[in-house]
């Protein structure tokens, strides 16, 4: 690293001690994870990782977390435009709760989500005269992932959508393009590099997710058993190595999430310049 | 607005709007969801904490193994926050105020404990400071514990609420350039001169908004401490831990009572960051 002439002290102590903190908490711990897995040898770790009881439990993490993140980013495009475009009593207010899944705690989402989505819950009651129960099922973890990952598309779409330039729409309808038009052809493809960014987080987030899922999920093996769980089931019973390789497959579905957004981020500055 | 119904009244009514019923289903699709998914549960963890009255809401509170879980979740964040603090500063002085090669992936490697999921930020520590761990048999041998003991809920909690304070500090100062400082130095103030009197008040309200985040996701962590706690009663509980514990010990109004403090928490984290950002805008309108 290479610093070019600057006037401005402290440049060396504050990289060092960027560096030499980023190591101690983040960088050595994530090695120590991939060194442990590497003592598995290959034939173990994949063992381990294509275990019926493991397949499920990415399947179920993953699938969740996808379609979580589809609702999210229809419902958040559709929060983001209104609170936007349109006003209305409490906008504010709403405007303000809309961070609640970033400042609540995860155990404190779950246990409330439960108490609403059990059969005899608020609105799981409902629901369950439907036919449709929700908590304790693979439906109840896409609710939780939900709630986890709803500011994430919101807040990414929203300064976006905010800054859209209204002259332009004016145009579009102007040279005769009817609403709908002007909207999917003229606005869409603007944010369309922000929604993707905000799915993606909301993605990877709710992957990775514990707190809020355990509550509602019911934890059945094979059927609502979410992959952090089982990482934390193995751990429980001592089985370490089994533990560090599910953790790794996750870990590298992260890495290439965090690439993606970071691409995804790059596009969206390049669009939007 | 006057300028713009001159030029084009017809065209801005009819084609830069959508339709009133089109507004207002909406608007009222948009509250149902967010009632559903955000309102509704929020109520309802101070309706279930109040269940069975204020008297037992009170008892539940006073309970010592919920006191000690208070006093825990305190003190692992004022000692979580101001080291992450420090880190976030040292990082926003180097990254904005310097040009130097892997700045990017610097600012990528920041940001990854925020794709790393909390179960895995809890197990890295296990199995570096874990009996079986790496360090564990040294660690042993010195009689120093660290999992299931007070520092790993240190540690992990430091994980996991590593980018909060730099994420919002980096951008900020980024934006805000560095002549200020220049002149500052060159007008002959010392580097801490120019940090403590140019650059702090610069960023006042930006570093207290990632100081909120920061603390409220320390006090809220539940996944990686859940891993390095090992759940001892009374000693290395958290106040999330304490609500996962009564909760599956079926004492609900309990739980739900410890979980309306961490909901009171998000609301003053939430009002905070409200508050600052309305700062923030006025300082923004006011030096234009």
Same mark, same amino acid.
């Given at each position: =690293?290479?610093?070019?002439?600057?006037?401005l002290?402290?440049f060396?102590?504050?990289?060092?001690?960027?560096?030499?903190?980023?190591s101690?908490? !983040?960088?050595?711990?994530?090695?120590?994870?991939?060194?442990k897995s590497a003592t598995?040898?290959?034939?173990?770790?994949?063992a381990?990782?294509?275990?019926?009881?493991v397949l499920a439990?990415?399947k179920?993490?993953?699938?969740t977390?996808?379609?979580?993140?589809?609702?999210?980013?229809?419902?958040?495009?559709?929060?983001?435009? !209104?609170?936007?475009?349109?006003?209305?009593i409490?906008?504010?207010?709403?405007?303000?709760?809309?961070?609640?899944?970033?400042?609540?705690p995860?155990?404190?989402?779950?246990i409330?989500?439960?108490?609403?989505?059990?059969?005899?819950?608020?609105?799981g009651?409902?629901?369950?005269?439907q036919?449709?129960?929700?908590?304790y099922t693979?439906?109840?973890? !896409?609710?939780?992932l939900?709630?986890?990952?709803?500011?994430?598309v919101?807040r990414?779409?929203?300064p976006?959508?905010?800054?859209?330039?209204?002259?332009?729409?004016?145009?579009?309808a102007?040279?005769?393009?009817?609403?709908?038009?002007?909207?999917?052809?003229?606005?869409?493809p603007?944010? =369309?590099?922000?929604?993707?960014?905000?799915?993606a987080?909301?993605?990877?987030?709710?992957?990775?997710e514990?707190?809020?899922?355990?509550?509602?999920?019911?934890? =059945?093996?094979m059927?609502?058993?979410?992959?952090?769980l089982?990482?934390i089931?193995?751990?429980?019973?001592?089985?370490?190595?089994?533990a560090?390789?599910?953790? !790794?497959?996750?870990?590298?579905?992260?890495?290439?999430?965090?690439?993606?957004?970071?691409?995804?981020?790059?596009?969206s500055?390049r669009?939007l310049? | 607005?006057?300028?713009?119904?001159?030029?084009?009244p017809?065209?801005?009514?009819?084609?830069?709007?959508?339709?009133?019923?089109?507004?207002?289903? &909406?608007?009222?699709?948009?509250?149902?969801?967010?009632?559903?998914?955000?309102?509704?549960p929020?109520?309802s963890?101070?309706?279930?904490?109040?269940?069975?009255g204020?008297?037992?809401?009170?008892? /539940?509170?006073?309970?010592?193994?919920a006191?000690?879980?208070?006093?825990?979740?305190v003190?692992v964040?004022v000692?979580a926050?101001?080291?992450?603090?420090?880190? #976030?500063?040292?990082?926003?002085?180097?990254?904005?105020?310097?040009?130097?090669?892997?700045?990017?992936?610097?600012?990528t490697?920041?940001?990854?404990?925020?794709?790393?999921?909390?179960?895995?930020?809890?197990?890295?520590y296990? &199995?570096?400071?874990?009996l079986? #761990?790496?360090?564990?048999?040294?660690?042993?041998?010195?009689?120093?514990?660290?999992?299931?003991?007070?520092?790993?809920?240190?540690?992990?909690t430091?994980?996991v609420?590593?980018?909060?304070?730099?994420?919002?500090?980096?951008?900020?100062?980024?934006?805000?350039?560095?002549e200020?400082?220049?002149?500052?130095?060159?007008?002959g103030?010392s580097?801490w001169?120019?940090?403590?009197?140019?650059t702090?008040?610069n960023?006042?309200?930006?570093?207290?908004y990632g100081v909120?985040l920061?603390n409220?996701r /320390?006090?809220?962590?539940?996944?990686?401490?859940?891993?390095?706690? #090992?759940?001892?009663? #009374?000693?290395?509980?958290?106040?999330?831990?304490?609500?996962?514990v009564?909760?599956n010990?079926?004492n609900?109004?309990?739980?739900? /009572?410890? /979980?309306?403090l961490l909901?009171l928490l998000a609301?003053?984290?939430?009002?905070?960051?409200?508050?600052?950002?309305?700062?923030?805008?006025?300082?923004?309108?006011?030096?234009h």
């Amino acid at each position: =690293m290479i610093k070019k002439h600057s006037i401005l002290p402290g440049f060396g102590p504050a990289l060092g001690f960027t560096i030499f903190y980023l190591s101690l908490v !983040v960088l050595i711990p994530l090695s120590a994870l991939f060194l442990k897995s590497a003592t598995l040898g290959w034939e173990q770790f994949w063992a381990t990782v294509t275990a019926p009881r493991v397949l499920a439990s990415y399947k179920l993490s993953f699938g969740t977390a996808l379609i979580a993140a589809l609702i999210n980013a229809v419902f958040g495009l559709l929060v983001a435009w !209104v609170l936007v475009r349109y006003n209305f009593i409490g906008k504010r207010v709403v405007d303000a709760l809309v961070d609640l899944p970033f400042a609540l705690p995860t155990a404190v989402a779950g246990i409330a989500l439960t108490a609403i989505y059990a059969d005899n819950g608020w609105i799981g009651q409902y629901l369950a005269a439907q036919g449709i129960k929700v908590a304790y099922t693979p439906l109840g973890i !896409v609710v939780a992932l939900t709630f986890i990952g709803l500011p994430f598309v919101v807040r990414t779409v929203q300064p976006v959508l905010a800054d859209l330039d209204r002259e332009v729409e004016e145009a579009a309808a102007s040279l005769g393009a009817t609403r709908w038009q002007t909207i999917s052809r003229v606005i869409f493809p603007t944010i =369309m590099p922000a929604l993707l960014t905000g799915f993606a987080l909301a993605f990877a987030r709710a992957v990775g997710e514990y707190g809020s899922v355990i509550f509602i999920a019911g934890n =059945m093996p094979m059927v609502s058993e979410i992959a952090p769980l089982l990482i934390i089931t193995k751990l429980e019973q001592f089985q370490y190595a089994e533990a560090t390789a599910i953790a !790794v497959v996750m870990l590298i579905a992260s890495f290439i999430l965090l690439l993606a957004i970071n691409l995804l981020q790059w596009w969206s500055r390049r669009r939007l310049a | 607005m006057s300028n713009a119904n001159v030029t084009a009244p017809i065209p801005r009514n009819i084609a830069t709007r959508e339709a009133t019923w089109v507004r207002w289903l &909406l608007i009222a699709i948009t509250l149902v969801f967010l009632t559903a998914f955000l309102f509704v549960p929020l109520l309802s963890v101070f309706v279930e904490a109040l269940r069975n009255g204020v008297d037992a809401y009170w008892e /539940a509170l006073k309970e010592p193994d919920a006191l000690s879980a208070i006093k825990l979740t305190v003190l692992v964040a004022v000692i979580a926050v101001p080291l992450n603090l420090v880190f #976030g500063l040292a990082a926003a002085w180097a990254i904005a105020k310097f040009e130097f090669r892997g700045k990017s992936l610097l600012i990528t490697l920041i940001d990854l404990p925020f794709s790393v999921s909390p179960v895995i930020a809890g197990l890295v520590y296990v &199995l570096l400071f874990g009996l079986q #761990g790496w360090m564990g048999p040294w660690l042993a041998e010195h009689d120093i514990q660290l999992i299931f003991a007070v520092p790993g809920l240190v540690l992990a909690t430091l994980f996991v609420t590593f980018p909060f304070i730099a994420r919002e500090l980096i951008p900020l100062m980024q934006e805000q350039g560095k002549e200020e400082e220049e002149a500052a130095v060159s007008l002959g103030a010392s580097g801490w001169q120019t940090f403590w009197h140019v650059t702090l008040p610069n960023v006042k309200w930006g570093l207290l908004y990632g100081v909120i985040l920061c603390n409220a996701r /320390a006090m809220g962590e539940f996944g990686a401490v859940s891993v390095v706690s #090992g759940h001892i009663r #009374g000693f290395t509980n958290t106040m999330p831990l304490h609500v996962e514990v009564l909760y599956n010990e079926y004492n609900f109004v309990a739980a739900f /009572a410890v /979980a309306s403090l961490l909901a009171l928490l998000a609301l003053v984290t939430l009002i905070a960051k409200t508050w600052v950002e309305w700062h923030t805008q006025r300082e923004r309108s006011a030096a234009h």
